[in-house]
């Protein structure tokens, strides 16, 4: 049981009183005796060698110290005892009132200064109850705040804490890991200095909680993706939570690959083998029409009809096999494949779909082509599948540093369960965005329709990661904002 648990369940207040003075304790234990409700037994030491061997028991509930022991003082005896890590509700005794001594007393951790003479038992007994109850409040944040350093220390999540300034206070080693920069390099400096230019203090003095993506560099080079979670949870204290997702981001990349590859041998298959398959049988089925017809049989007609439902399901296997494997993608040329999409468009759905392409657009990486064709794709057949759009505009242009490509119908609109719920295809947009590190925006278009809006940099390389895309309409749960990278110089 604690001095504390004794405290609550017997009203036993246990004092130490270390003074050199035998007087002293009967003049305490007369005063205390007034007090109503409460009981108090004083044990009393007169050196400070004794008052260090008693506190360092620590089998009392308050400790009072008088300030002269002879050749040493009670604040000397306080300290000893802090180095010994002793933490307890001291109070200092005196013969007469000194500011000074006050106030180096409340420095080294005393509760509290009382004059010896005149001490009545309302004052005194209010003096040790206060420096109960500070001492519990203080041990109970203490214990908080031990806790929160556990946390801190032993969260596989990379955790920053900054100030209104920008300044990184704190830094746990899972940061320190994630930036490849030790704690001591990363307390103290500027978000900034981390290498971006809105990832900074502005950024977290938000009521709501911001998350985003970013990308960055590590000393050694290494390239690095990290999602994080921002916000202002005390005044001049800015909270970051950061989690490495480089790993789940190279899984994404390969598998999404793979489902290229597969696409890509599924629709080669389609055209090399069904393809080839019905275009034989389409060959002997108009020799078979043609015999037919020289014998003057009039099974020759069905034979005919027989070849028309072949060259059908021909011309559907062929539009299929364009479909998933865009041949011309193959040479990086966006603007091919998407004029064959239009054509495709137009051609099945009767929908006028113009296409307009900045000729200077240079894309250096198939991915990058294969993805914006890909959300080109995924977006008319939105417009007309759901929004039973009659015109169809599709560009791909230059916009103040950034390749934009724009898709808009004028279409009845996506569903609000639609955008809600990211169905249709618009999580797979989105994924798709992000494996380029573009944005993306889905909103409704003026006067009526949708517009579909996806930017990265203007040569299509990879770029750093910008916000997670977004899907206006929808009702997001967090407040989101534009990203740069976070990059070392």
Not at 2 to 13: A, F, Q, R, S, Y
Not at 132 to 159: G, P, V, Y
Not at 163 to 189: C, H, M, P, Q, Y
Not at 346 to 364: R, T
Request: proline letters at 3%; hydrophobic letters at 40%; glycine letters at 6%.
């Amino acid at each position: 049981m604690t001095h504390t648990d004794l405290v609550e369940k017997t009203n036993l207040i246990r004092v130490l009183l270390v003074d050199d003075e035998s007087d002293v304790k009967p003049l305490l234990e007369h005063r205390l005796r007034k007090v109503p409700g409460k009981k108090f037994k004083i044990d009393w030491v007169a050196s400070y060698n004794d008052g260090l061997g008693a506190i360092k028991k620590q089998e009392h509930d308050v400790y009072l110290v008088d300030y002269r022991l002879g050749a040493q003082s009670g604040l000397e005896l306080i300290r000893e005892a802090n180095t010994f890590g002793i933490q307890a509700p001291f109070i200092v005794l005196t013969a007469a009132a000194n500011p000074i001594i006050d106030l180096e007393a409340t420095k080294i951790g005393a509760a509290d200064f009382l004059v010896k003479d005149p001490l009545d038992h309302i004052t005194l007994e209010r003096s040790i109850r206060y420096a109960m109850q500070h001492f519990q409040t203080l041990r109970a944040l203490q214990k908080s705040n031990e806790r929160f350093r556990l946390l801190f220390e032993r969260s596989m999540d990379a955790i920053l804490i900054s100030d209104d300034e920008g300044k990184i206070l704190e830094a746990n080693s899972a940061a320190s890991a994630l930036f490849g920069s030790s704690r001591e390099k990363l307390v103290e400096t500027q978000l900034s200095d981390l290498g971006t230019t809105e990832f900074d203090n502005a950024f977290f003095q938000q009521e709501e909680q911001s998350v985003g993506e970013l990308s960055f560099t590590q000393p050694d080079g290494e390239s690095r993706f990290a999602e994080f979670s921002a916000c202002r949870f005390a005044p001049n204290l800015n909270l970051c939570i950061l989690r490495d997702i480089t790993e789940r981001r190279q899984l994404e990349r390969e598998i999404q690959e793979i489902s290229e590859r597969e696409q890509r041998r599924l629709g080669q298959d389609l055209h090399d083998g069904l393809g080839q398959a019905l275009t034989g049988i389409n060959f002997l089925t108009k020799v078979l029409q043609q015999k037919l017809t020289a014998k003057k049989v009039d099974e020759a007609k069905d034979a005919g009809y027989i070849s028309s439902l072949i060259n059908q399901a021909l011309q559907h296997c062929r539009e299929l096999a364009r479909g998933l494997c865009p041949v011309v993608l193959e040479d990086n040329d966006l603007h091919a494949a998407l004029q064959q999409l239009s054509d495709h468009v137009e051609k099945i759905f009767g929908v006028n779909c113009p296409v307009i392409f900045d000729s200077s657009i240079k894309i250096h990486e198939n991915p990058v082509a294969v993805h914006l064709y890909r959300i080109a794709q995924e977006a008319t057949t939105n417009a007309v599948k759901h929004g039973q759009a009659k015109n169809i505009h599709i560009s791909l242009v230059r916009n103040n540093g950034e390749m934009v490509l724009r898709v808009k119908d004028d279409g009845s609109g996506l569903p609000k369960e639609a955008l809600k719920h990211k169905g249709m295809g618009l999580r797979v947009m989105q994924h798709r965005a992000r494996m380029i590190n573009a944005s993306l925006e889905i909103i409704p278009a003026k006067p009526c329709g949708t517009l579909v809006l996806c930017s990265l940099d203007y040569s299509g390389r990879t770029k750093p990661v910008k916000k997670p895309e977004s899907v206006k309409g929808a009702e997001p749960k967090k407040r989101q904002r534009k990203q740069p990278a976070l990059s070392k110089a």
